[in-house]
């Protein structure tokens, strides 16, 4: 019986060693090794799901072929593929305002101009939707706690071309007590440049909080002469016997936001055009 046993490797055979893998590109020159057509890559398409050139030879005569086996480069077999995928672009990131993200980027020097708003809620949602952005421009928001004495409070800031103030009032309405102190406000000198008033027209900013957000299809009616917190949270069914209950409220209510898509346009168009007047082109970084 022979030595050479069933299913032993013969060592003298070749080995197969793969064929080097060439990117197929337009200029490539290719010769296919069955007819000997000799002609460089003109275009490259997808036909029935796979990848197909188009080769022109000096006569300018033009044959299709499959990628794959077949062909040499200079005289060597090689293995055509499709050509490399380019990386895909990183994605980009926004901030919760929907502006791009700025990476790496560190807090601006805190200019002089201010976002004055009416309350802590209403600065808390401002800096959880543009706290990035304003950072950046270096912008800082002051709660008032109330705007009776709006007049009184833009005199002692003196307002003036690197100083400037916007300020968001809840509940700005034609006929409203918030317009008349509004309309006030603006005849400060100084004010009528470097003064913006704006406002949206809920009672307060918790309703700039789209009801969708929250799990609602619309905010609770709360009846009048009841304190309007009070009556949304017991509308809502939550705890409201105090201020820790409705503190408690708010923040349950501001986790549900986490983007500009959660408030309504009634807002974010007011904060925007706020933004905006505070960091014109070429504006001037002011002492703090």
């Not at 293995?79 to 895909?88: D, F, G, R």
Request: charged content about 20%; proline content about 8%.
């Amino acid at each position: 019986m022979s030595s050479y046993e069933w299913g032993a490797q013969d060592i003298s055979a070749p080995r197969q060693v793969p064929l080097p893998k060439v990117p197929v590109s337009r200029g490539l020159v290719l010769e296919d090794v069955q007819s000997g057509y000799v002609g460089a890559v003109v275009r490259v398409e997808k036909s029935g799901g796979m990848h197909v050139m188009v080769l022109e030879d000096r006569r300018g005569r033009l044959k299709t072929f499959p990628l794959g086996f077949g062909f040499h480069v200079d005289g060597g077999p090689v293995e055509v593929v499709a050509p490399a995928l380019a990386p895909a672009a990183p994605a980009r990131k926004v901030t919760a305002s929907g502006s791009v993200k700025v990476e790496g980027s560190r807090a601006r020097t805190a200019r002089a101009s201010r976002i004055w708003v009416e309350g802590q809620h209403d600065a808390e949602l401002i800096e959880k939707v543009w706290g990035d952005d304003l950072r950046l421009e270096g912008i800082v928001v002051e709660p008032l706690h109330g705007v009776d004495d709006l007049a009184g409070m833009i005199r002692a800031f003196g307002p003036g071309p690197n100083r400037r103030l916007g300020i968001l009032v809840d509940h700005l309405v034609a006929g409203s007590k918030e317009q008349r102190i509004a309309q006030e406000a603006m005849k400060v000198p100084g004010a009528a440049a470097n003064v913006l008033v704006v406002g949206h027209p809920y009672v307060d900013v918790w309703q700039a909080i789209k009801p969708a957000s929250v799990g609602l299809t619309a905010w609770p009616v709360v009846p009048r002469g009841q304190d309007w917190k009070t009556g949304i949270l017991a509308g809502l069914g939550w705890p409201n016997a105090d201020k820790a209950a409705v503190a408690q409220g708010w923040k349950r209510l501001l986790g549900c936001v986490t983007s500009y898509s959660d408030l309504e346009p009634s807002l974010l168009g007011r904060v925007e055009e706020v933004i905006d007047f505070l960091t014109p082109p070429g504006d001037f970084d002011g002492p703090t």
